[in-house]
T-cell receptor, first 112, second 119 residues
Framework: QQQVKQSPQSLIVQKGGISIINCAYE??????FPWYQQFPGKGPALLIA?????SEKKEGRFTISFNKSAKQFSLHIMDSQPGDSATYFC???????????FGKGTRLHILP | NAGVTQTPKFRVLKTGQSMTLLCAQD?????MYWYRQDPGMGLRLIHY?????TTAKGEVPDGYNVSRLKKQNFLLGLESAAPSQTSVYFC?????WGQGRLTTNEKLFFGSGTQLSVL
């Protein structure tokens, strides 16, 4: 039972371009939506997170866009750099639960 | 400050053998988790613990056991390893959440992973 669906599975973007990764969720009780970044051979690390009371959150070149009615959220990486090449996971959790549910991940490759 | 430390980093087992993965955190976190990561499958929760002496099942608990005898340690055991358990295993920890709802409380800190191969 996958509660967070992530797409695409892989993505290739030219340096300087915009990388967009999308996620959709089913459970309307989710109220916290983080994105994790994972480099090869490393554990995932929190990149940016959003709550459903806002439609957008920006941190540097990274932006989360949130559409509560559509139950979708996306990560936008502006001016993508080769150093952004990594696997990105969207996730969701709810206040009354103790777990984070992850999407299946997107392998992003930025061409130099 | 080491954060979350996993041992060993690599291990090869034969089918039927047993082993224990150790996770240690030095951040005084209440919550600890074991995930497995497989290609195309993302991170799947095996077991987790919300405090010393407590454990709970995640999405894929079969074939694994866990123990949390000390707050800083969370052990994952495979009693009889199977090839389907070949994976990369990640431990993570966090402050308790559901309380305060501060961003830092909801952040998962991951270890660097254990690559396990079962032949």
């Amino acid at each position: 039972q996958q509660q967070v669906k992530q797409s695409p599975q892989s993505l290739i973007v030219q340096k300087g371009g915009i990388s967009i990764i999308n996620c959709a969720y089913e459970n309307t009780a989710f109220d916290y939506f983080p994105w994790y970044q994972q480099f090869p051979g490393k554990g995932p690390a929190l990149l940016i997170a959003i709550r459903p009371d806002v439609s957008e959150k920006k941190e540097g070149r990274f932006t989360i866009s949130f559409n509560k009615s559509a139950k979708q959220f996306s990560l936008h990486i502006m001016d993508s750099q080769p150093g952004d090449s990594a696997t990105y996971f969207c996730a969701a959790s709810m206040n009354r639960d103790d777990k984070i549910i992850f999407g299946k991940g997107t392998r992003l490759h930025i061409l130099p | 400050n080491a954060g979350v430390t996993q041992t060993p980093k690599f291990r090869v087992l034969k089918t039927g053998q047993s082993m224990t993965l150790l996770c240690a955190q030095d951040m005084n976190h209440e919550y600890m988790y074991w995930y497995r990561q497989d290609p195309g499958m993302g991170l799947r929760l095996i077991h987790y613990s919300v405090g010393e002496g407590t454990t709970a099942k995640g999405e894929v608990p079969d074939g694994y056991n866990v123990s949390r005898l000390k707050k800083q340690n969370f052990l994952l055991g495979l009693e009889s390893a199977a090839p389907s358990q070949t994976s990369v295993y990640f431990c993570a920890s966090s402050y308790s959440w559901g309380q305060g709802r501060l961003t830092t409380n909801e952040k998962l800190f991951f270890g660097s992973g254990t690559q396990l191969s079962v032949l």
